[in-house]
């Protein structure tokens, strides 16, 4: 089973549509996060949820909204996508010592 | 704004050599530090943590931390060409503290 696993793997979109990415972790974790990767391989903390709670929301523009229905899963929604939006986001859980378990992550392309 | 600062590399050594990653980072109150790694079109997989100075062994593998200095590195010893990777130094302070990761250092270890 795969500890913490995205959907889709690649989105291709076109500017001002939108869009959602999934996560689930079977680890047990009380912590969730979104990390952007961008294509200079920059790893940049977005969001962090403890226990679907929103604990940390870092100068994200508005159009992307994160949700968790319960402490296992963590969504990213992105409305009106730019081009900028393009990077690889990377869900991850964090574990007892502050180390985190990344996703396969979910590489969004926009045209 | 914290900071973690990584040479991009690429950094070559031949196989079976010693390579020596290092990091430095700017908030002197961190308290959790971590080696990821991170092949090519893959999500960053963790290698190693450490929290108090000094050295810690797994392996092949040493963190180094001098929380003085503000320094942390790595040691890959006998280097493996299955070694070559992007290695990510992330830092962390307690409670649901998010990591900050640096832009990483690219491995590549010739046969």
């Known amino acids: 089973d795969t500890a913490v696993s995205q959907t889709p793997k690649y989105l291709v979109t076109q500017m001002g549509n939108d869009k959602s990415i999934k996560c689930e972790q079977n680890l047990g974790h009380d912590t969730m996060y979104w990390y952007k990767q961008d294509s200079k391989k920059f790893l940049k903390i977005m969001f962090s949820y403890n226990n679907k709670e929103l604990i940390i929301n870092e100068t994200v523009p508005n159009r992307f909204s994160p949700k968790s229905p319960d402490k296992a899963h963590l969504n990213l929604h992105i409305n009106s996508l730019e081009l900028g939006d393009s990077a690889v986001y990377f869900c991850a859980s964090g574990g007892a010592v502050g180390e985190l378990f990344f996703g396969e992550g979910s590489r969004l392309t926009v045209l | 704004q914290k900071e973690v600062e990584q040479n991009s590399g690429p950094l070559s050594v031949p196989e079976g050599a010693i390579a020596s990653l290092n990091c430095t980072y700017s908030d002197r109150g961190s308290q959790s530090f971590f080696w990821y790694r991170q092949y090519s079109g893959k999500s960053p997989e963790l290698i190693m943590f450490i929290y108090s100075n000094g050295d810690k062994e797994d392996g092949r593998f040493t963190a180094q931390l001098n929380k003085a200095s503000q320094y942390v590195s790595l040691l890959i010893r006998d280097s493996q060409p299955s070694d070559s990777a992007t290695y990510l130094c992330?830092?962390?302070?307690?409670?649901?503290?998010?990591?900050?990761f640096g832009k990483g250092t690219m491995l590549l270890v010739s046969p």
């Open positions: 992330a830092v962390g302070d307690s409670g649901y503290s998010t990591l900050t």
